[in-house]
Structures are given as C-alpha cells and as structure tokens.
C-alpha cells in the first residue's frame, strides 16, 4: 500500500514495488492519476488495486487499509509517502496552511499506520515473506531545521521520532519500521509555494543536480527487500552536491 501514489515519489514507489513482485494498492485523492498509474503496473504483468482516499480522514485511512485488504489479500508492506510542504515565514503565516501539513504529513501518516498494523503483524507471521514493513518518508527537516520551513519541519520530526518509538514496539513481530529522510528531490511539492518562496527555495540550493522520484523508489525498494534479519532504521538520502 502506497500513500501519495498519484505523483512524484509516490507513483514512482508503486512502480517499483510493482516490479519487484509486489501487488500494490495505491491510494491518493487524484483518482484519474491512480487509474493511470494502474494501468501501467497491469500493461507491464503488474497488479494494482485503486484505492482513492483522502487519508486525512481516520475513517477513510482505515477504509484503505481495509480495502487493501480486501483486494489484495493481505498487507505486508506500508509506504507512507503522502505529503504536503507549504514554506514560508512563521510571522504571518496562515494556519490553515499549517493544519494542512500536519494533518497530511503526521496525522494522516499516523492514521494509516495505527489501521495498518494488526495486518502487517498478522503478515509477518505468515509465508511468505515472515516480516512486514512501514517505510515512512519523511525529510532532511526530520533532522534538521530550518528558516522559512518551521511547521514542514515539525512535522517531519514528528514522523522520524513515530518511526524510531515504533520501531522499537514492533521489532520482536519481525515488522520492521524504517524512515527515509530525502535531501531535495525534484517533484512537484515545491510548486505549491507562491513564486517568491520557489525563487527562495531554488537560490538556497543553487545550481545543483537534484534527486529524482525513482532514488527515492530505489531506496523503499532496497529496504522492503532485505532479508528478514536486516532492518534499514533510518537512511538519508542527499543529492551529492548538496551542502
């Protein structure tokens, strides 16, 4: 089950899970994107079940999971990827801009997890795999702060410190919790800042050779498909010119 899986990260996942092997449920509001995003895993031999929902919603976040469920026949592997980053000063920000973040980056991560957990120990104790996994994207912010970036920020430290308490509750039901932080990835979440924030954004990187969707799909692929000794707790991700 991949969160997010209309655009960027989230539908280059789904892609590659799908080539792994993986029947995948891809759950987004853009339910024509999915629609399209499914056809291409079932034209390659994949299978893809669409699951349209708006995850910041514990109901509907519970219903995905259910039909996912369902439709697939079991969950064995979570990818939290749906997110939202709105930049720009704290001093006279709107707050509906900050509930949005939490409620997509944090609350709707939480809701998918706390619904999706039973599954994925019950997965975990079965053939074939006998482990399970929740990846959670978060951020270079889940470690690190920055200005113009406080409440983007809070929420990624809010999902790499659920990650690691997870972690450590599920790691003796072989259902293994990993945190992937992404430097700066060219997708489209920087679009959704007015053009002063995006020029603002662009001239604290500079010139530099950004990561694309697919790293970050090689990376869930890498972590999804160690073997069940393994766990992957926490991997940063830098485009290599990135200070």
Known sequence: MVTGASSSIGHATALELAREGADVA?????????????????????KALVVPADITDSQAAAEAVERTVEGLGRLDILVNNAGLMLLGPASGADLNDWRRMIDINLMGLMYTTHAAV???VKAAAEEPRQVADIVNVSSLNGRNAYAMMAVYTATKFGVTG???????????????????????VDTELRTHNPA????????????????????????????????????VAELLVRPAEQA
């Open 196 to 231: 002063a924030v995006q020029q603002y954004i662009a001239s604290s990187l500079g010139d530099i050779e950004r990561l694309q969707s697919q790293d970050i799909a090689d990376t869930v692929g890498y972590i999804v498909t160690r073997p069940r000794h393994v766990a």
């Open 118 to 120: 039973p599954h994925l």
């Open 162 to 184: 659920f990650s690691e308490a997870l972690r450590q509750e599920l790691a003796k039901q072989h259902v293994r919790v990993s945190v992937i932080e992404p430097g700066s």
């Open 26 to 46: 891809l759950v987004g509001r853009r339910e024509d994107r999915l629609t399209d995003l499914a056809g291409e895993i079932t034209a390659a031999g994949g």
